[in-house]
Protein backbone atom coordinates (compact mmCIF):
# COMPACT_ATOMS: atom_id res chain seq x y z
CA UNK A 1 0.00 0.00 0.00
CA UNK A 2 2.76 2.37 -1.00
CA UNK A 3 0.74 5.06 -2.01
CA UNK A 4 -3.01 5.89 -0.95
CA UNK A 5 -5.75 9.01 -0.28
CA UNK A 6 -7.63 9.36 2.63
CA UNK A 7 -10.77 11.12 2.85
CA UNK A 8 -11.10 11.84 6.48
CA UNK A 9 -14.28 12.01 8.44
CA UNK A 10 -14.84 12.42 12.19
CA UNK A 11 -17.57 12.56 14.22
CA UNK A 12 -17.91 16.31 14.31
CA UNK A 13 -21.19 17.92 12.69
CA UNK A 14 -20.81 21.38 14.14
CA UNK A 15 -21.42 24.51 11.89
CA UNK A 16 -21.35 28.32 12.37
CA UNK A 17 -23.58 29.10 9.43
CA UNK A 18 -26.97 28.59 8.67
CA UNK A 19 -26.94 28.14 5.35
CA UNK A 20 -30.52 26.76 3.90
CA UNK A 21 -29.16 23.96 1.48
CA UNK A 22 -27.17 22.70 4.63
CA UNK A 23 -28.40 20.13 7.05
CA UNK A 24 -25.72 20.79 9.49
CA UNK A 25 -26.51 24.49 9.88
CA UNK A 26 -25.66 25.71 13.03
CA UNK A 27 -25.78 22.71 14.42
CA UNK A 28 -24.05 22.54 18.14
CA UNK A 29 -22.44 19.58 18.89
CA UNK A 30 -22.16 18.16 22.52
CA UNK A 31 -18.93 18.64 24.47
CA UNK A 32 -18.53 14.54 24.71
CA UNK A 33 -18.68 14.61 20.88
CA UNK A 34 -16.20 17.37 20.29
CA UNK A 35 -14.19 14.90 22.59
CA UNK A 36 -14.79 11.68 20.66
CA UNK A 37 -13.93 14.04 17.55
CA UNK A 38 -10.53 15.43 18.84
CA UNK A 39 -9.75 11.66 19.85
CA UNK A 40 -10.66 9.91 17.38
CA UNK A 41 -8.49 12.92 15.39
CA UNK A 42 -4.98 12.84 17.57
CA UNK A 43 -5.15 8.52 16.71
CA UNK A 44 -5.51 9.27 12.97
CA UNK A 45 -2.55 11.62 12.71
CA UNK A 46 -0.74 8.65 15.02
CA UNK A 47 -1.67 6.29 12.79
CA UNK A 48 -0.21 8.58 9.72
CA UNK A 49 2.71 9.61 11.73
CA UNK A 50 3.26 5.60 11.58
CA UNK A 51 3.14 4.63 7.77
CA UNK A 52 6.89 5.74 6.96
CA UNK A 53 6.74 3.85 4.12
CA UNK A 54 3.80 5.04 2.47
CA UNK A 55 3.01 8.38 0.37
CA UNK A 56 -0.30 9.59 1.35
CA UNK A 57 -2.64 12.45 0.84
CA UNK A 58 -5.22 13.56 3.26
CA UNK A 59 -8.39 15.41 2.66
CA UNK A 60 -10.72 15.63 5.54
CA UNK A 61 -14.28 16.60 4.86
CA UNK A 62 -15.80 17.21 7.87
CA UNK A 63 -19.80 17.61 8.04
CA UNK A 64 -19.08 20.63 10.25
CA UNK A 65 -16.40 23.70 9.50
CA UNK A 66 -13.25 21.95 11.18
CA UNK A 67 -10.90 24.73 11.26
CA UNK A 68 -12.51 26.59 13.93
CA UNK A 69 -11.56 23.61 15.96
CA UNK A 70 -7.80 23.82 17.38
CA UNK A 71 -7.02 20.05 16.68
CA UNK A 72 -7.80 20.62 13.49
CA UNK A 73 -5.09 23.37 12.86
CA UNK A 74 -3.11 21.44 14.69
CA UNK A 75 -3.34 18.16 12.93
CA UNK A 76 -2.62 20.08 9.36
CA UNK A 77 0.43 21.12 10.82
CA UNK A 78 1.50 17.94 12.17
CA UNK A 79 0.56 16.12 9.04
CA UNK A 80 2.19 19.01 6.36
CA UNK A 81 5.65 17.86 8.37
CA UNK A 82 5.60 14.26 7.48
CA UNK A 83 7.86 13.79 4.80
CA UNK A 84 5.57 10.40 3.78
CA UNK A 85 2.88 13.30 3.55
CA UNK A 86 2.35 14.30 -0.18
CA UNK A 87 -0.79 17.04 0.59
CA UNK A 88 -3.08 17.67 3.40
CA UNK A 89 -5.90 19.33 2.94
CA UNK A 90 -9.54 20.39 4.21
CA UNK A 91 -12.84 21.59 3.03
CA UNK A 92 -13.45 24.97 5.06
CA UNK A 93 -15.90 28.23 5.33
CA UNK A 94 -12.80 30.34 5.24
CA UNK A 95 -14.27 31.82 8.22
CA UNK A 96 -11.07 31.73 10.70
CA UNK A 97 -8.16 32.74 11.44
CA UNK A 98 -5.38 32.21 8.94
CA UNK A 99 -2.21 33.14 10.48
CA UNK A 100 -1.38 29.45 11.98
CA UNK A 101 -0.96 28.33 8.69
CA UNK A 102 2.19 29.73 9.36
CA UNK A 103 3.20 26.73 11.16
CA UNK A 104 2.49 24.37 8.56
CA UNK A 105 4.81 22.72 5.74
CA UNK A 106 2.93 25.10 3.36
CA UNK A 107 4.19 23.53 0.58
CA UNK A 108 2.21 20.35 1.13
CA UNK A 109 -1.03 22.46 2.62
CA UNK A 110 -3.86 23.24 0.90
CA UNK A 111 -7.75 24.55 1.87
CA UNK A 112 -11.03 23.64 -0.22
CA UNK A 113 -12.71 26.84 0.41
CA UNK A 114 -16.51 27.07 -0.07
CA UNK A 115 -18.02 31.46 0.19
CA UNK A 116 -21.54 31.32 0.86
CA UNK A 117 -23.02 34.36 0.13
CA UNK A 118 -25.23 35.63 2.89
CA UNK A 119 -23.44 34.01 5.55
CA UNK A 120 -20.06 36.22 5.33
CA UNK A 121 -19.73 39.52 3.75
CA UNK A 122 -17.67 39.84 0.65
CA UNK A 123 -14.97 41.67 1.92
CA UNK A 124 -14.07 39.52 5.07
CA UNK A 125 -14.17 36.33 2.62
CA UNK A 126 -11.83 38.09 0.20
CA UNK A 127 -9.63 39.26 3.09
CA UNK A 128 -8.82 35.91 4.18
CA UNK A 129 -8.50 34.22 0.55
CA UNK A 130 -5.54 37.66 0.41
CA UNK A 131 -4.23 36.20 3.50
CA UNK A 132 -3.67 32.77 2.08
CA UNK A 133 -2.30 33.93 -0.88
CA UNK A 134 0.37 35.88 1.20
CA UNK A 135 1.13 32.82 3.36
CA UNK A 136 1.47 31.11 -0.08
CA UNK A 137 -0.97 28.29 0.94
CA UNK A 138 -2.20 26.94 -1.93
CA UNK A 139 -6.68 27.08 -2.45
CA UNK A 140 -9.27 26.87 -3.98
CA UNK A 141 -12.58 28.81 -3.55
CA UNK A 142 -16.16 28.35 -4.43
CA UNK A 143 -19.60 28.27 -4.54
CA UNK A 144 -22.88 26.67 -5.03
CA UNK A 145 -24.82 26.98 -8.12
CA UNK A 146 -27.87 28.73 -6.79
CA UNK A 147 -29.32 31.73 -8.55
CA UNK A 148 -29.52 33.48 -5.84
CA UNK A 149 -25.54 33.28 -5.54
CA UNK A 150 -24.52 34.72 -9.41
CA UNK A 151 -24.21 38.05 -8.91
CA UNK A 152 -21.91 37.46 -6.08
CA UNK A 153 -20.08 34.70 -7.56
CA UNK A 154 -19.46 36.66 -10.50
CA UNK A 155 -18.18 39.63 -8.27
CA UNK A 156 -15.86 37.41 -6.57
CA UNK A 157 -14.46 36.14 -9.66
CA UNK A 158 -13.61 39.05 -10.58
CA UNK A 159 -12.19 40.46 -7.49
CA UNK A 160 -9.70 36.70 -6.83
CA UNK A 161 -6.76 36.77 -8.66
CA UNK A 162 -6.95 34.96 -12.43
CA UNK A 163 -4.40 32.03 -10.34
CA UNK A 164 -6.88 31.37 -8.04
CA UNK A 165 -9.27 28.59 -9.43
CA UNK A 166 -13.44 29.37 -8.41
CA UNK A 167 -15.40 26.12 -8.93
CA UNK A 168 -19.07 25.65 -8.99
CA UNK A 169 -20.89 23.11 -7.43
CA UNK A 170 -24.14 22.25 -9.16
CA UNK A 171 -26.99 22.52 -6.33
CA UNK A 172 -28.47 19.24 -5.27
CA UNK A 173 -31.45 18.14 -7.01
CA UNK A 174 -31.36 21.44 -9.79
CA UNK A 175 -31.58 20.69 -13.58
CA UNK A 176 -30.12 23.52 -15.37
CA UNK A 177 -30.69 24.59 -18.47
CA UNK A 178 -27.76 24.92 -21.21
CA UNK A 179 -28.50 28.79 -20.98
CA UNK A 180 -28.34 28.63 -17.04
CA UNK A 181 -24.99 26.31 -17.59
CA UNK A 182 -23.72 28.71 -19.61
CA UNK A 183 -23.59 31.56 -17.15
CA UNK A 184 -22.34 29.40 -14.09
CA UNK A 185 -19.88 27.85 -16.89
CA UNK A 186 -18.42 31.86 -17.08
CA UNK A 187 -17.48 31.68 -13.91
CA UNK A 188 -16.17 28.26 -14.00
CA UNK A 189 -15.14 26.32 -17.39
CA UNK A 190 -15.49 22.96 -15.45
CA UNK A 191 -19.45 23.64 -14.33
CA UNK A 192 -20.24 21.38 -16.79
CA UNK A 193 -18.56 18.05 -15.26
CA UNK A 194 -20.73 18.98 -12.17
CA UNK A 195 -24.00 20.00 -14.04
CA UNK A 196 -25.10 16.36 -14.32
CA UNK A 197 -25.09 13.47 -12.24
CA UNK A 198 -22.45 10.73 -13.45
CA UNK A 199 -23.51 7.45 -14.81
CA UNK A 200 -21.67 5.10 -12.46
CA UNK A 201 -22.99 1.83 -11.93
CA UNK A 202 -19.89 -0.77 -12.55
CA UNK A 203 -17.58 1.70 -13.91
CA UNK A 204 -14.25 1.14 -12.51
CA UNK A 205 -12.91 3.45 -10.16
CA UNK A 206 -9.68 4.33 -7.76
CA UNK A 207 -11.96 4.30 -4.58
CA UNK A 208 -11.31 1.21 -2.89
CA UNK A 209 -8.53 0.36 -4.22
CA UNK A 210 -6.11 3.74 -4.08
CA UNK A 211 -8.75 5.75 -2.66
CA UNK A 212 -10.31 5.54 0.91
CA UNK A 213 -12.73 6.97 3.20
CA UNK A 214 -12.29 6.94 6.94
CA UNK A 215 -14.75 7.45 9.84
CA UNK A 216 -13.70 8.41 13.59
CA UNK A 217 -13.76 4.72 14.62
CA UNK A 218 -11.49 3.98 11.79
CA UNK A 219 -13.79 1.96 9.65
CA UNK A 220 -12.66 2.25 6.07
CA UNK A 221 -14.81 1.79 3.39
CA UNK A 222 -14.20 2.71 -0.47
CA UNK A 223 -15.63 5.91 -0.08
CA UNK A 224 -17.86 8.20 1.79
CA UNK A 225 -21.16 7.43 -0.94
CA UNK A 226 -20.58 3.46 -0.06
CA UNK A 227 -22.18 2.03 2.81
CA UNK A 228 -20.19 -1.06 3.15
CA UNK A 229 -17.13 -1.17 4.73
CA UNK A 230 -13.62 -2.87 3.89
CA UNK A 231 -12.29 -3.58 7.41
CA UNK A 232 -10.52 -1.38 9.47
CA UNK A 233 -7.75 1.33 9.23
CA UNK A 234 -6.42 0.67 12.95
CA UNK A 235 -6.03 -2.81 12.67
CA UNK A 236 -4.97 -3.29 9.43
CA UNK A 237 -8.09 -5.67 7.97
CA UNK A 238 -8.35 -2.83 5.49
CA UNK A 239 -5.43 -3.64 3.36
CA UNK A 240 -6.63 -7.18 2.01
CA UNK A 241 -9.95 -5.21 0.90
CA UNK A 242 -7.98 -2.96 -1.57
CA UNK A 243 -8.09 -3.73 -5.47
CA UNK A 244 -9.76 -2.42 -8.76
CA UNK A 245 -13.32 -2.56 -7.94
CA UNK A 246 -16.66 -1.43 -10.11
CA UNK A 247 -19.01 1.56 -8.40
CA UNK A 248 -21.96 -0.50 -7.02
CA UNK A 249 -24.34 3.29 -7.63
CA UNK A 250 -25.87 3.91 -10.33
CA UNK A 251 -24.80 7.60 -10.59
CA UNK A 252 -21.78 9.97 -8.44
CA UNK A 253 -23.03 13.45 -8.21
CA UNK A 254 -20.58 15.19 -5.93
CA UNK A 255 -16.88 15.78 -6.66
CA UNK A 256 -15.40 14.20 -4.15
CA UNK A 257 -16.73 11.07 -5.66
CA UNK A 258 -16.83 11.22 -9.52
CA UNK A 259 -13.47 12.73 -9.74
CA UNK A 260 -12.26 9.50 -9.11
CA UNK A 261 -14.06 7.32 -11.65
CA UNK A 262 -11.91 6.19 -14.02
CA UNK A 263 -14.10 6.47 -16.74
CA UNK A 264 -13.79 10.13 -16.65
CA UNK A 265 -10.58 12.36 -17.64
CA UNK A 266 -10.41 14.65 -14.40
CA UNK A 267 -7.10 12.95 -12.50
CA UNK A 268 -5.50 14.58 -15.90
CA UNK A 269 -7.58 17.78 -15.51
CA UNK A 270 -7.13 18.20 -11.32
CA UNK A 271 -3.29 16.07 -11.85
CA UNK A 272 -1.33 17.98 -9.10
CA UNK A 273 -4.18 18.92 -7.13
CA UNK A 274 -6.54 16.38 -6.86
CA UNK A 275 -7.49 16.95 -3.12
CA UNK A 276 -7.56 20.69 -3.14
CA UNK A 277 -9.71 20.67 -6.10
CA UNK A 278 -7.35 23.09 -8.71
CA UNK A 279 -6.84 21.95 -12.15
CA UNK A 280 -3.04 21.31 -13.48
CA UNK A 281 -1.87 24.55 -15.20
CA UNK A 282 -4.18 26.68 -13.83
CA UNK A 283 -5.02 29.89 -15.03
CA UNK A 284 -5.97 29.01 -18.65
CA UNK A 285 -8.71 27.42 -21.03
CA UNK A 286 -9.91 24.37 -20.77
CA UNK A 287 -7.50 22.35 -22.74
CA UNK A 288 -9.29 20.71 -25.54
CA UNK A 289 -8.54 16.73 -24.05
CA UNK A 290 -10.58 18.36 -20.71
CA UNK A 291 -13.86 19.67 -22.48
CA UNK A 292 -15.56 22.62 -19.87
CA UNK A 293 -18.84 20.38 -20.60
CA UNK A 294 -20.24 17.48 -19.76
CA UNK A 295 -22.94 15.68 -21.44
CA UNK A 296 -24.94 12.99 -20.52
CA UNK A 297 -25.26 9.79 -22.45
CA UNK A 298 -27.81 9.84 -24.95
CA UNK A 299 -29.95 6.89 -24.04
CA UNK A 300 -29.95 3.46 -26.25
Given at each position: MPELTILY?????????????????????????????????????????????????????????????????????????????????????????????READRARTALWCTYHPGQTDHARFLRRCRELDALGVRHSVGVVGLPEHLVAARRLRGDLPPEVYLWVNAAEGREYSDAEAALWSAIDPYFGWSRFPHPSAGAPCRTGETVISVSGDGTVRRCHFVDTPLGNLYDGSFAAALR??????????CHIGYVHLRTLPLYGLFAGGVPERIPAGWPGPPPEEFPGQFRMPTPA
Open positions: RGPLASCDYDCPYCPFAKRRDTPDTLRADRQALERFVSWVAGRTGDRLSVLFTPWGEGLVRSWYRRAIVELSRLPQVRRVAIQTNLGGRTGWLPRGCPRAQCD
